[in-house]
T-cell receptor
Framework: SQTIHQWPATLVQPVGSPLSLECTVE??????LYWYRQAAGRGLQLLFY??????ISSEVPQNLSASRPQDRQFILSSKKLLLSDSGFYLC??????????????FGQGTRLTVV | KQEVTQIPAALSVPEGENLVLNCSFT??????LQWFRQDPGKGLTSLLL?????REQTSGRLNASLDKSSGRSTLYIAASQPGDSATYLC???????????FGPGTRLSVLP
């Protein structure tokens, strides 16, 4: 069976510090991978998605970046955090494009507070 | 650009009621539509996936319908229970099978 791991669960970082959130998927190959952000009282906003190693698409311009160094690893990074980066970050995976059931599965999220 | 709305934004009902949650989307060229549940401070749990060729999908007390041409999906919850209290999100997937666009959610509270 497939599982998705996301860590850390909570993080408090000072403004201007770097960020690295990691997400790994087990039990599947060549998944689509996603990073979403959920700000307080707002819906989920797609930040990045990836259909393969080294292939990253950005949906929203910001000071965040994403990388996919391995097939089932997706990393969200920032060189200098802003207060506005606070939020709930969710990683997700789905089966490759054009497979019949591209159901999305989510990790448990990382609560980031920038102080 | 796909836009998704959900009505109502919040709902509070006594235990045992049958519920209807509505989702509307502006671009009918979708690949699938998925309903999720999110408990406070937690990730999303997939409830139902409806493929674009399907009209409805059922899982236990949940039934989701899809009217792709009119850009609507409805989630029915039968005999609601306090454990159903959560935020319910719908997410149509674009026709490339790559991106999910989420609605703002319906926050459900089922009172014992």
């Amino acid at each position: 069976s497939q599982t998705i791991h996301q860590w850390p669960a909570t993080l408090v970082q000072p403004v201007g510090s770097p960020l690295s959130l990691e997400c790994t998927v087990e039990g599947t190959s060549n998944p689509n991978l996603y990073w979403y952000r959920q700000a307080a009282g707002r819906g989920l906003q797609l930040l990045f998605y990836s259909v393969g190693i080294g292939q990253i698409s950005s949906e929203v311009p910001q000071n965040l970046s994403a990388s996919r160094p391995q097939d089932r690893q997706f990393i969200l990074s920032s060189k200098k955090l802003l207060l506005s980066d606070s939020g709930f970050y969710l990683c997700a995976w789905s089966r490759p494009v054009r497979t019949p059931l591209t159901e999305a599965f989510f990790g448990q999220g990382t609560r980031l507070t920038v102080v | 650009k796909q836009e998704v709305t959900q009505i109502p934004a919040a709902l509070s009902v006594p235990e045992g009621e049958n519920l209807v949650l509505n989702c509307s989307f502006t671009d009918s060229a979708i690949y699938n539509l998925q309903w999720f549940r999110q408990d406070p401070g937690k990730g999303l749990t997939s409830l139902l996936l409806i493929q674009s060729s399907q009209r409805e999908q059922t899982s236990g007390r949940l039934n989701a319908s899809l009217d792709k041409s009119s850009g609507r999906s409805t989630l029915y919850i039968a005999a609601s229970q306090p454990g159903d209290s959560a935020t319910y999100l719908c997410a149509p997937e674009d026709n490339y099978g790559q991106n999910f666009v989420f609605g703002p959610g319906t926050r459900l509270s089922v009172l014992p």
